[in-house]
């Protein structure tokens, strides 16, 4: 309120629940003449009782209190609306979703020379022909880091020659990188634990696929930013992910919570290396065209 007093801004944009909160109340008590606020999921989609109770009132504040909202996907959109959070005509998504698009020049797979790739890949330990799985996130068990561990394990067991990288920083109820070691014993030794990085770009230029098995997401950034790199992404079918990834043309979406087709979708397209490429293109193409 202070800060609003002082500055007297036309316009106050939030995003994320609490700051949102905070900012549509002394939006609203200021006067503030245009008041947005940008929805990037529901962190209450999981959960029950009277946390999930206050959030959801906390997002209908959020919009009674604002100009008008947003979504940065269609699907969480329609979710909002058909959860009572917000009526159609107080909710938008801009162009074809995303918080943000994605930056084309920085996200070019061009950008990385075969010997600067070829350097990443010994940093490593990955052999020249071996395939590498990334996941791009936070190592939490809401995005699915359990299922994508038990996954990657059977992968491994089975003789494939593949690693993964994970590259974000690890929640503590995961209890760091020992979870990783204990929830995939079998395939520890090609498991990288990358941490976070201001540069994901750098790991999604050596990758074959993205992983994002996440149980909840907005829209899921880092899939366009991977799809503008030529890297196709296997992940879960949820709100925000339908939106970012079309099934069977740019990646392959798999239920929520589910190893075992996890495990499949991933196997299959290992398999099928003609049709990563061909994924990978049509991503490509896609996160150009609709995202730049």
């Known amino acids: 309120v202070r800060l609003l007093a002082h500055e007297r801004p036309q316009i106050v944009h939030s995003t994320t629940p609490k700051p949102g909160l905070l900012a549509a109340i002394a939006g609203f008590l200021l006067r503030v003449p245009v008041r947005l606020h940008t929805f990037t999921g529901q962190p209450w989609v999981d959960r029950r009782g009277p946390v999930r109770w206050a959030a959801r009132i906390a997002d209908r504040l959020i919009v009674q209190l604002n100009s ?43 950008r990385w ?64 990188e020992s979870f990783l070691v204990s929830a995939a014993p079998h395939a520890a030794g090609r498991i990288h634990a990358v941490g976070y ?35 196709a992404t296997v992940g879960s079918r949820i709100n925000g992910l339908r939106d970012a990834v079309a099934d069977g043309e740019t990646g392959v979406l798999v239920p929520p919570r589910d190893a075992d087709t996890l495990y499949e979708a991933l196997a299959g397209l290992l398999d099928a290396p003609e049709r990563i490429v061909r994924l990978g293109a049509a991503a490509r193409e896609r996160a150009r065209r609709l995202f730049d």
């Open 113 to 176: 020379t075969p010997p600067m790739r070829e350097a990443l890949r010994r940093e490593f330990g990955i052999s020249p022909g071996a395939n590498v799985l990334v996941f791009v996130g936070r190592i939490a068990r809401d995005k699915g880091i359990r299922e994508l561990l038990a996954a990657f394990e059977r992968l491994a067991m089975g003789g494939r020659d593949c690693h993964l990288l994970l590259v974000g920083p690890s929640d503590e109820e995961c209890g760091g």
């Open 197 to 231: 990085t201001d540069r994901p770009e750098r790991y999604l230029g050596i990758a074959d696929l993205l992983c994002l098995p996440s149980y909840r997401e907005g829209f899921g950034t880092v899939v366009i930013e991977a799809a503008a790199m030529g890297v």
């Open 68 to 110: 008008h909202c947003y979504a940065d996907s269609a699907s969480q959109r329609q979710f909002l609306i058909d959860e009572g959070i917000a009526p159609a005509h107080r909710i938008s998504v801009i162009g074809a979703g995303s918080l943000a698009g994605v930056d084309t020049t920085r996200f070019d797979r061009d």
